[in-house]
């Protein structure tokens, strides 16, 4: 039993909206994985909720006019994964939400929900960093997107306004046309966990596959919240797809990173395990696209 | 025959229905909701507690704070025998709630409301105003002067001081040509992490209080709240229904006092304790973290001239099961590599974290990791092969334990071992994994083990077993010695029907203890269940036998010698002739009109014997080094427990032992905050008990030397498995690497630490990981 | 302050059930208090253990983190639900047994119930899929391993692979 103060329940994005003006006070529940548990810790103990999980409206994958990949918020991490426009075009995006907690904590758990709670752990944060995601707001004045890296205001804050609530996520087409992606988690264990350090790399590698034309990573749990490395980006943009400029590329991202030490990790461990991690998903990332890895040429 | 036989388990349908009534399932729903108010700081004392607020929450019953607890009485949670010596008794410093605070979740009030909102809500209404003292976490720091003391009756926080002396270390170590071996070996704290938590609940009837509790020890649940409360034993009633799991945080009696009392002070009415998941991690109990120090004498040949083991137990605030830990683990290291001079100094010390009591293994599984890490690096320091090396030095075959009476009678150790070997492919895959360079390698290690089942000569060892016969010739057992997923039932019952001479399906074993009706014992621990009712189950059987071959031969007036039971029939020996089947006589021997007899027996065994129980873990791993982590490629345990009652739920018991000791080895530690004494990660996502996708297939295979004081020829096998899985790990990691980890559990944190200090990041050659 | 309640409707086990919910409730609380389906266990409150799990239109959810209200509609399977009606084992209950996969038997109801969101999916997994797709639930008396024993089994049976789930044996045998 939780101490719900009020419950109600949306039956439209729209609604939501309306539900969530009315209520100002109220937070927004989607799968529920997080505002429960928070719930009963205290830390949310004795709020009115706004349920959206009935919103079968915002469930599922489909492609937009101009090709960017929509998905709505309330998709589960599950039903990403199995999706085949997301297998198609952004199998990472599959594999990075398959690693979330558990099976049953993949089938309530929403897309929508691991980024409205602005953790920086969030195992679909970093991938949607890497690849550029676009967040869609409904709110009051109507519909607003912007890109997940302004969404992110600090740890735990997101760009949600009173009566917003975050409708879709969508990576445009010029994001994901071409490019390859890994995503490793790091975890103490190998299911039931949270990521320690999350790394998602992508590349899109010349027609020849010998240079990287585009590098993208991004990680979980580097910082306050998911965060790109622009230099590591630029160390290795254009450059040939050599071990030199793969260890250089890993290197770099230490420039761009602030982990910090927490019981759970070590800033020097969690910086190691960043270099590590950049360097397997970029190898990883770059034989996805076909390419090799040539040992350099002095 | 059915001892020996893969029977299914006898509530294995039940439990797959879902139709399996444990506590929560029986509890009335008009039970009140009992939460624990858990201190908020490390030590200090509380000085007020507003709850004002709190008692006027709608829902609310009733608030019971430390103050309104001080007609309670101390008393003991171990769940030892009861000691008639006062030497003997456990340490009773316990308070079913406490003004003087000891930890970071110390019992401090209480809040009974119609529901666990209301409850919730309560809890954090209440306002507590402490006086704090200064706290400390470390067991070594506890030791020294000036330091804050959380028992006044022991200084230096020094529980107890448990030495054992043999031989002359000092002068022996003058020995030229010795080489000296010295480390420092750790163990974390970790927890049972049962999936059902502790959950009771208490309700009068009359003047007495019955307690439905999730406990391993119904009988001594029942003494200890008679001791808290200050009311006769008897007029306490304790039931234990099926229960999820105990693994020693149940042999503890933990929360029965506080809500017996409750109830008690409700006027009787039925309330609930279901303790959640982080109150079972941090004021439950832990297993001790214990810290050992070995120094080893070698002669050139391979031979012990004298050893030293100093250890360090961190018990947490309360005495608990003390030093009877410590103790144990003090007690192996001289037998499992005996040796003619040794000094074993072994301190159980109190700190301002949870408190320790028993876990699977009772001390040996701190002993062994420290033992056999300190043996590997032993063996590598004499260049000598850890094979040989153990074999050379391990317990030989006769030894007898002087105190204990306990004998090897069986070449137990080799025997383990060469089956270890051969399942594994020991020794080709360590020399093939020699001097490895690359960034993920491979390596294989090893562990043997030393344990004794029960718990004689330290303490009482008795079981009871009643037998009743019902009309249709099948039969009730009841024994005090409980069922706690491990089987017990199903080998009871097996026994009987051997013993007997009836089929399986005649025996029902009553799997609940009710402390009203079942014969007394004293339940489930020290791996005592099967060898130890296996005695009152043979004996009871044997005079029921005895009572129905009599009434067998007033009906068939044949003479009882005559007379057998074989397959549920009574038969005449001299032609196996079938004269009546037990239904038969049994419904006869109740209705008779001439000599109506309830056939029954009842008899108590007092055990004293022991048994070893022995055996050994190999370990392969991967090692990526870059990643700091360790995959667990194959292991394998292989164990002496005697005859196998249940072979197939034998294998099963030990896959648990194995799986524990996996995350003993590689992921599991309860972290404590050193700012405030607050446990971390009290919850199962934070802690990191191995998943299903952390193990490899777990192989389980058995030696079978019959235990020759045995009832049955078993011995203990519950905690045997978990005892040397982790230093086998260790020691696979050490041989893949190079680094020996003397601190558990091998997590990354651990292992990128001890990698930085080896220099291996910047060690791993071309194409490998060096930007340290 | 006043108790709000929701009329759920929705399908247990088969039958069309409805009640008045508390809208706090969350469905384990549903399934245990109003419908005494004791099967469903609460081993963390917090979805960490999987010990509530149960099947929502064909789907594993931990009920302990899931809303009561939202069973509206809904199709729930429970452990109670899957004998058939004289009390014959479903052929997953029946390798729970066989392969000596239940000890305490606390965390079983849920391991079953996962499974059988696994063998209703009728395709062979590998191994290493099994694991995962089991890995939502925490068990510490078995190490998992005769769990994983009783679900391959049962997968290849049901697949007509009768010879390969002969062939799944105790690693024991692996000497």
Known sequence: MYDIKALYEAESAEHAVRLLIEHPEAQIIAGGSDVLVQMREGRRAGKELVSIYGIDALRGVSYEADGAIRIGSLTSFSHITRDPIIQKHINVLGEAVDMVGGPQIRNIGTIGGNTCNGVTSADSASTLHAWDAIVEILGPEGIRRIPIHDFYIKAGTVDLRPGELQTALIIPKAAYEGYYGHYIKYAMRNAMDIATTGCSVNVKLSPDKKIMEDVRIAYGVAGPVPMRAPQAEEAAKGKPAEETYVKAFAQAVLEDIRPRDSWRASKAFRQHIAVVLAERALRKSIELAGGEIHEQTV | MYVGKNVTRVDARDKVLGRTKYTDDLCDKSAYIVRILHSSIAHGRVVSMDTSQAEGIPGVVGIFTCFDARDTHSFPTAGHPWSTDPEHQDVADRRILTEEVRFYGDDIAAVVAEDEVSAAQALRAIQVEYEEYPFVLDVQEAMKEGVPQLHKEYPNNILKHTTIRKGNYEEAIKEPGLTKVEGWYETPTVQHCHIENFICYAQMEGERITVVSSTQIPHIVRRVVGQALGIGWGKVRVIKPYIGGGFGNKQDVLYEPLCAWLCWKLGGHLVKLDVPREETFVSNRVRHAIRSHIISWVRPDGTYAARKLEAFSDQGAYASHGHSIAAKGAGAFPQLYPCENVEVDAYTVFTNKSVAGAMRGYGIPQAMWAVECHTEDVAARMGMDPVAFRRRNVMPVGFVDPFSKNELYHDTFNQCLDKALAATDYQRKYKEYQNQTGEIRRGIGLSLFWYNTAVWPISLETSSCRMVLNQDGSLQVQLGETEIGQGADTAYTQMTADVLGVPLSSVHVVSCQDTDVTPFGTGAYASRQTYTAGFAIRQTALLLRERILAYAHELTRMPPYNLDIVDGNIIRTTDNRVLMTMGELSTEALYSLTNSQHLSAESTSQIKSNAYSFGCTIAEVEVDIPMCKVKLLDIVNVHDAGTLINPALAEAQVHGGMSMGIGYGLSEKLLFDEKTGRALNDNLLDYKLSTFMDHPRLRALFVENPEPTSAFGTKGLGEPPACPVAPAIRNAVYHATGVAVNEAPLNPHNLFRRFTEEGIFTATGKGGFNHV | ?175
């Not at chain 3, 965390?107 to 996962?114: H, L, V």
């Not at chain 3, 391993?145 to 089994?153: D, G, L, P, Q, Y």
Request: with cysteine.
């Open chain 3, 1 to 175: 302050m006043s108790r709000q309640y929701k009329l759920v409707s929705c399908t247990i086990n088969g039958k069309p059930v409805e009640k008045m919910v508390d809208v706090r409730a969350s469905l384990t609380d549903m399934l245990r208090d109003d419908y005494r389906l004791t099967s469903v266990k609460k081993g963390c409150e917090v979805g960490e253990c999987g010990a509530c799990n149960v099947i929502i239109n064909g789907e594993c959810f931990n009920s302990c983190i899931y809303l009561a209200v939202w069973a509206q509609g809904k199709e729930i399977l429970t452990l109670e639900g899957l004998a058939g009606p004289n009390g014959e084992l479903s052929d997953i209950q029946q390798a729970f047994m066989d392969e000596a996969a239940v000890q305490c038997g606390f965390c079983s109801p849920g391991f079953i119930m996962s499974a059988v969101e696994i063998l209703e999916e009728k395709r062979e997994l590998s191994d290493e899929d099994i694991r995962k797709r089991m890995s939502g639930h925490l068990c510490r008396c078995t190490g998992y391993e005769n769990i994983f024993r009783a679900v391959k089994k049962t997968m290849l049976k049901r697949l007509g692979k009768e010879k390969e789930a002969e062939a799944v044996t105790h690693c024991t045998l692996k000497v």
